[in-house]
């Protein structure tokens, strides 16, 4: 079975692909509602911005991530003039997931979002609510299954970030060390067995997850929704 | 019956003096409506639901004013423009609307910030009791329609705004909803602007009629007056612009058309209508989008209704224009549709003389 090293950085995994699921979330959750109602100029250009991380390869975001947040980087020199340090810590780690799970939930919340007819959000606002008490009372109830898709596939893709966490974290032994990068050097000293022991643990988190949801969104949906 | 009071500013009295630019035309309403239901009638497009969504404050390009028993909820001379949530407009759209997710009774509920008597009202006004535990999904057109009315009764509303609200369901239904309408009319005193295409409905709930055609208003008054015109309520009902009462003067089997004595004094020849027999009374109705106007004598045309006829007036409608002809001898005026480019290209201009088209199977007896 696992080590006790080894159920640690299943434990770190689990935990850095929550936290950047949950901080993406309000995040996310506003974007794709931008996206989804707004029609004006720019928006194509703010799709395509939002859904880069999908297509570039994690190492160039890494790449990039790293002289930003490096300690004579833009964004590095005045963290670091403040005592954060970033890169090579946990929060990098947290910092490159969050990012490259990002577009995943913006694309399932969205997609949610849009299906929700902006009619009853005006028969809302009528019936006394604000903007935000019609989010809450309307077209969150609405779209919650594509928004709780949106976070479980965001979490599954944070479970197996690599390219970017790799660069900008490196893989320190019990401080950056999560379930894919322990994968990828166990293959490289020669222990295929433990590669392989942690690959079944990442599918079954995976799927766990996935089932999860399908399972929570079929069971609801039979209530009386059209 | 004369027209019922609207001056001074009344219990419920409705002011609206609204421009609503979008596309493909402008909606530009001016109204003073009693605090009753006023009936608001017209073709398709014509900017009824539009007028409905900029009083509700669901069309943030209103401009002008608003004003209902005195309120002023929209002046943007005056930079006033209330919120939705703060005008207090009950709206029912033509799908009803309801919310998916909740019951019926979490519907009735929504707006009615926990005044339960409110709801109580309501529930027992529409009858719909027995309805409140379960999904739009599950109920009927009707029940969907009366659940909707009393979620918007529910939040003591002072202006109703109803869309079509028998629309979607068929004759017999319609009949049975039509109670309910007229037990809120009764009960609840509210003043009301209701959508319909049913001059039956107007006639039976509305103490005025609003007809819209293009963003304009084309007509207002008492529905029985504005109805008792033939022409008007046909159009209200069918949208159809040209409607000239007649009588059938023959017909020809073998050359399939009859020909009918407009009573403005010209003769048109419609697709064979064996049916209705010669010396009957009739409306000719042609559509002012099947009117083609020339600028030339036409020949080995197949229409074979040409008139010749003078422009009297051209006016921007929507995307097109309209323009009125007057047709020499008789003096009947028809409308024609033709778009800004063939205004262009053909010169038209009011007092032009022009030769008016009109096919026989465009002609329709109603």
Same mark, same amino acid.
């Given at each position: 079975m696992l080590t006790a090293e080894e159920i640690r950085t299943v434990l770190f995994t689990l935990q850095v692909a929550g936290l950047a699921t949950l901080v993406i979330l309000p995040f996310g959750v506003a974007a794709a509602l931008l996206l989804a109602r707004y029609q004006g100029p720019g928006k194509g250009a703010l799709e395509t911005l939002l859904s880069l991380p999908l297509v570039l390869p994690p190492t160039a975001v890494g790449i990039v991530l790293l002289h930003v947040l490096a300690r004579r980087g833009p964004v590095g020199a005045w963290l670091d003039a403040r005592g954060i340090e970033v890169v090579f810590t946990g929060k990098a780690v947290l910092l490159a997931t969050a990012i490259m799970s990002f577009p995943l939930l913006v694309r399932s919340a969205r997609t949610a979002f849009e299906e929700v007819d902006p009619r009853l959000v005006g028969i809302a606002r009528t019936l006394g609510c604000g903007p935000a008490a019609a989010f809450f009372r309307v077209t969150l109830p609405l779209a919650w299954r594509g928004v709780l898709a949106g976070a479980v596939l965001a979490f599954s893709r944070a479970l197996g970030e690599f390219g970017a966490t790799v660069m900008v974290? *490196?893989?320190?032994? *019990?401080? @950056?060390? @999560?379930l894919a990068l322990a994968i990828f050097h166990e293959n490289q000293v020669g222990r295929d067995d433990r590669a392989l022991a942690l690959a079944g643990v990442t599918v079954a988190l995976a799927f766990a997850a996935l089932w999860t949801t399908e399972w929570v969104t079929r069971r609801r949906a039979g209530r009386g929704r059209a | 019956m004369g027209d019922p009071p609207a001056g #001074?500013?009344? $219990? #419920?009295v409705i002011e609206i003096s609204i421009d609503v630019p979008l596309a493909p035309f402008a909606l530009r309403v001016e109204a003073r409506l009693p605090g009753a239901i006023t009936a608001v009638m017209g073709p398709?497009?014509? #900017?009824k639901t539009t007028l409905l969504e900029s009083l509700a404050g669901l069309r943030p390009r209103a401009r002008g004013r608003v004003a209902v028993g005195g309120d002023v909820l929209l002046d943007t001379a005056a930079g006033v423009s209330w919120r939705p949530e703060a005008r207090r407009i009950g709206y029912v759209p033509q799908d009803a609307g309801?919310? $998916?997710?909740?019951?019926a009774l979490g519907n009735v509920r929504f707006? &009615?910030?926990?005044d339960a008597s409110r709801v109580e009202a309501a529930i027992d006004t529409l009858e719909i009791r027995g309805l409140l535990g379960r999904y739009p999904a599950s109920l009927s057109g009707g029940e969907k329609q009366r659940v909707a009315l009393a979620r918007a009764l529910a939040t003591s509303p002072r202006l109703l705004l109803l869309d079509e609200?028998? !629309? !979607?369901?068929?004759v017999g239904l319609r009949e049975r909803i039509l109670p309910w309408l007229v037990r809120v009319r009764d009960e609840w005193r509210l003043p009301c602007l209701y959508v319909t295409h049913n001059v039956g409905e107007a006639l039976a709930l509305a103490a005025r009629l609003l007809l819209l055609r293009d963003g304009r208003v084309e007509a207002e008054g008492a529905p029985g007056d504005l109805l008792a015109s033939p022409a008007l309520a046909r159009e209200a009902e069918t949208g159809i612009e040209n409607l000239l009462p007649g009588r059938v003067v023959s017909h020809d089997a073998e050359g399939g058309v009859t020909r009918v004595r407009a009573d403005a004094g010209f003769e048109m020849t419609v697709g064979l209508v064996p049916d209705r027999a010669a010396g009957t009374a009739v409306t000719l109705a042609v559509r002012a989008e099947d009117v083609l106007v020339a600028v030339e004598a036409v020949r080995?045309?197949? &229409?074979r209704n040409v008139y010749p006829a003078r422009i009297a007036a051209l006016e921007r409608t929507g995307v097109d224009v309209t323009l009125r002809a007057v047709l020499e001898g008789s003096g009947a005026a028809l409308l024609a549709r033709v778009t800004p480019a063939a205004v262009r290209a053909l010169g038209l201009e009011a007092g032009k003389g022009v030769w008016l088209a009109v096919k026989s199977h465009s002609v329709r007896l109603v």
């Open positions: 974290a *490196g893989n320190i032994p *019990g401080k @950056t060390r @999560t | #001074g500013s009344g $219990p #419920g398709s497009g014509s #900017g309801l919310f $998916p997710h909740l019951t707006g &009615a910030r926990g609200p028998l !629309a !979607a369901l068929d080995g045309l197949s &229409a």
